[in-house]
């Protein structure tokens, strides 16, 4: 292996070989889809020189009721990709779809869930009423709305704790108010960003066991880790972006090699990092978790 | 329209546990019952120096309000990264910011119809009258008054990173508007030249806060401003206050999250 | 404590003696100390007027400032809010009673009250003008929701904020004294001017006010004395000066008004004799001739509808 190896493009299968999901291009749209999506950043400043290219023609899609992985090193563009998926960043060029709508719809964000990274709510607002904020803005009809609260809330079990403010709550505690808003709309995809990152042990078991359960449910879970252990236990398919582009696609079995035991290996030679020639690498082992 | 109404309703709810109007409220009310317990002269009846010191304190108050409230309203979120699981829901970047300028005028409306009903009472105590027309004018002014800073203020949060300097440059456009707002016309005739004819851009063009401003007519106990004047007002600062969030929406629209 | 009670508390307990013994010394010298600072602090506050002022203490010289604007303010609840900015005077002014009250012409203070801005230049300027008070108006006469019940009063904080800012300003006195009278405030007004005489000793137009005070008052010899004591002043003051630099309309207000206190006592010829010394500094002689001749043909002396008996600062800006 060693450098030539790592600037090889993996051969990944297609959605249409007979994989898992392959049969399902043919009959069922893809959930979410992007087509040779491309993000360019201006520089900060003047002497920056070019644009930085973060997201290079990428195209994949998921399909329903799969768990699809979304790994790459820090600086891969795995963020930018949910940025774009999210309506957040408008792409340069190319085009995302949910639900066969542009991601630039809000409407397509009507059946979403998403769980952001970090604990981002509004700290003066108690969980209960952070729900009900979008609970209406989901268009959650009243008389279904306090239900539908209730059950979100007994589901993280947040109990009494709901009424007072996220802003005395633990990390864990928020973690769970996160997960509650995900699920209000009873979403048919959720797309989750690095979802046990930060987590105790306990906390990321509590997030595998969820994605598990809603896979159970026939939910569609896309979602970016680190946790390549995590990704491995519970995820169909993978895609594993490096520098901005895509490297590999597919189930995981379909990414190693013979003589690979684990993703992590796979995902380092996919990557091309070796450990004994750290110079043939731009990435730091450092930046990969676990 | 639930949408903008609920984004509104996070906003008030988060005036309402901030300390900012309590404490602004205190203070007015203070300062005011503070100087009327001064004794000119033994006359009890002297009114309107107090009028006048309630309702400048009402005033900066207000706008203090308005403008702080809304200056910080998309920064905030996006320094604290609510944004994120907010623009993830199915809502249009425009509704986030009308719901935000809807929360904002609200706010101030409420707090400033607490303010207002302070200053009656104070009012009537010392004058024995109770002119309800002239002060719901002066109120309902006050408000588009507000409704037209806090729509600027939110067209200047997504030009301007700062709070501080958002808020820096919209209370001194303010107050510029509001000391000179009239004085224009007659300081470009004076000027001349390119100077002269930008101060006339200026005061066709920019808003002309100062006609919501009707203290002197009510500190003075003038007659009631006739309603069609009102209603003119009213057209007025709905025309302006589009205009601003509308740009502000289509500057948001553009804005990049990441 | 007597002695005695110290005596018994000493025997009771041997070490309370020395400590009861300390803080009355304590006490004593603290008292000799309190004695013996606080003439010289009330001394040096008395030679300062408005020393013990935390405001002016604050604000320094910059108060002068404050006070200006405290008497512009009491002018302007005089015209019920409104009042000509620099900006309408950049316009030249535009009428004859906006150019009277910036004080370029003499006084005309009637008509053109509609037009006191000038005509309406564009919609802009005619819509802004329905939202301050943009007619001239009097407190005292037609002022909006009508004249009387004493809504002159409403000035009167203005000029004691002022005059507190600026002890040494003597129109605010006056101006005030003359409102306090006109309200039937005659006590506060005396109060007033004797205020502004800590601050100004021997002023001239302050003791025309005193004497004014007493006069209402039917206090017709202290009236006397003080309008004397003024004439006095303002000769020591005056009389050095270049005719052009005096200040003969106080001096003419004076005399006259020592003519009619006189008059009112029936010293005829003392009347006629302050009339007399009126006529080289008057601005009208021959008014002033024509009453001496009727004081001396038996008439009592009235006063004359000049400014000079009328008013001694209504208008604050005039």
Not at chain 3, 156 to 163: D, Q
């Amino acid at each position: 292996m060693g450098l030539v190896v790592s600037c090889r493009v993996v051969p990944w299968p297609r959605a249409s070989t007979g994989f898992a999901f392959g049969h399902m291009s043919g009959t069922i749209k893809p959930i979410l889809s992007a087509e040779n999506l491309r993000v360019e950043y201006r520089p900060t400043s003047r002497k920056g020189g070019g644009p930085k290219v973060a997201l290079n023609g990428l195209t994949l899609a998921v399909y329903p009721g799969e768990v699809f992985g979304f790994l790459g090193p820090n600086g891969a563009g795995k963020t930018t990709t949910m940025n774009v998926l999210l309506g957040f960043t408008p792409p340069t060029s190319g085009r995302a779809t949910i639900f066969g709508s542009d991601v630039r719809d809000p409407s397509s964000r009507q059946r979403i869930g998403y769980l952001p990274e970090l604990t981002y709510y509004y700290k003066f607002l108690t969980a209960f009423e952070l729900l009900r904020f979008y609970a209406k803005i989901f268009g959650i009809p009243a008389a279904q709305r306090e239900q539908r609260i209730e059950e979100a809330i007994q589901l993280v079990e947040l109990g009494a704790a709901a009424r007072r403010p996220i802003r005395t709550y633990s990390k864990g505690m928020q973690q769970r108010v996160g997960i509650a808003q995900a699920l209000i709309n009873n979403p048919d995809l959720l797309i989750l960003d690095e979802p046990t990152s930060g987590l105790d042990p306990i906390g990321r078991m509590e997030v595998r066991r969820l994605i598990q359960r809603l896979k159970k449910e026939g939910k569609t879970v896309f979602f970016s880790s680190h946790e390549l252990g995590e990704v491995e236990t519970v995820c169909d398919r993978v895609a594993i972006l490096f520098q901005g582009e895509l490297k590999a696609l597919g189930p995981i079995a379909s990414l190693m090699s013979p003589g690979e035991t684990s993703l992590e290996q796979a995902f380092l030679r996919i990557i091309g990092f070796t450990p004994n020639e750290e110079s043939a690498c731009p990435i730091s082992p450092l930046s990969l978790a676990s | 329209m639930s949408h903008i109404s609920a984004v509104a309703s996070v906003v008030i709810l988060e005036m309402i546990r901030r300390k900012d109007v309590y404490v602004l409220l205190f203070l007015t009310a203070l300062i005011t019952l503070a100087l009327g317990a001064v004794n000119f002269f033994g006359d009890p009846k002297i009114a309107r120096y107090l009028k006048e010191v309630c309702l400048a304190l009402i005033w900066v108050s207000s706008l203090v309000i308005a403008v702080f409230t809304a200056a910080r309203q998309i920064p905030s979120e996006k320094e604290s990264r609510t944004l994120f699981p907010l623009l993830a829901k199915p809502i249009s970047r425009a509704q986030v910011m009308l719901g935000k300028f809807l929360g904002c005028w609200l706010a101030c409306a409420a707090s400033l119809a607490a303010f207002y009903v302070f200053f009656a009472i104070l009012s009537a105590t010392r004058e024995g009258q109770w002119p309800v027309a002239n002060y719901v004018q002066a109120y309902w002014l006050h408000c588009l008054f507000c409704g037209l800073v806090a729509s600027l203020t939110l067209l200047g949060s997504v030009w301007f990173t700062a709070v501080s300097s958002n808020a820096t440059i919209i209370l001194a456009f303010v107050g510029a508007m509001l000391v000179l707002g009239r004085h224009l016309h007659k300081v470009a005739m004076k000027t001349g030249g390119l100077a002269g004819n930008l101060l006339d851009v200026g005061y066709y063009a920019l808003p002309h806060l100062e006609w919501f401003d009707v203290r002197d007519l009510i500190i003075h106990n003038w007659p009631r401003i006739d309603w069609d004047v009102i209603a003119k007002d009213t057209l007025y600062a709905f025309a302006y206050g589009g205009c601003f969030l509308a740009l502000a929406c289509w500057r948001f629209r553009r804005y990049a999250i990441h | 404590m007597t002695h005695a009670d110290t005596s018994t508390e000493s025997a009771k307990s041997p070490g309370a003696a020395p400590e009861l013994g300390l803080a009355g010394l304590l006490f004593a010298a603290a008292f000799t100390l309190a004695l013996f600072v606080h003439p010289p602090i009330y001394e040096f506050q008395g030679r300062r007027p408005g020393a013990d002022d935390v405001l002016a203490r604050v604000l320094g010289d910059g108060r002068r400032l404050f006070a200006n604007h405290c008497y512009l303010k009491a002018d302007a609840y005089y015209h019920s809010g409104y009042y000509p900015t620099i900006f309408d005077d950049q316009q030249g002014h535009q009428t004859a009673h906006m150019a009277a009250d910036a004080g370029v012409v003499q006084e005309q203070n009637t008509g053109e009250e509609g037009q006191f801005l000038g005509a309406v230049t564009d919609w802009i300027d005619g819509h802004s003008r329905k939202h301050f008070p943009s007619s001239h108006s009097h407190l005292d006469e037609d002022a909006p929701g009508g004249k009387g019940a004493g809504v002159e009063r409403e000035i009167l904080p203005w000029l004691e904020l002022s005059a507190n800012l600026d002890p040494q300003w003597v129109e605010n006195y006056t101006v005030g004294a003359f409102w306090l009278r006109k309200l039937g405030k005659q006590a506060e007004a005396e109060r007033f001017v004797r205020l502004g005489l800590e601050s100004n000793p021997g002023n001239v137009e302050l003791l025309f006010e005193l004497g004014r005070c007493r006069f209402d008052a039917a206090d017709l010899e202290r009236a006397r004395n003080i309008w004397e004591q003024g004439w006095v002043r303002w000769r020591a003051r005056e009389e050095g000066r270049p005719a052009a630099e005096q200040n003969r309309f106080t001096a003419t207000q004076l005399l006259l008004h020592l003519a009619l206190v006189e008059s009112r006592l029936g010293r005829r010829e003392k009347c006629v004799e302050w009339l007399t010394r009126a006529l080289p500094i008057a601005a009208s002689p021959d008014q002033i001739k024509k009453r001496i001749e009727e004081v001396r043909g038996g008439l009592p002396f009235e006063p004359i509808q000049s400014p000079a008996l009328e008013s001694s600062g209504k208008d604050a800006h005039h």
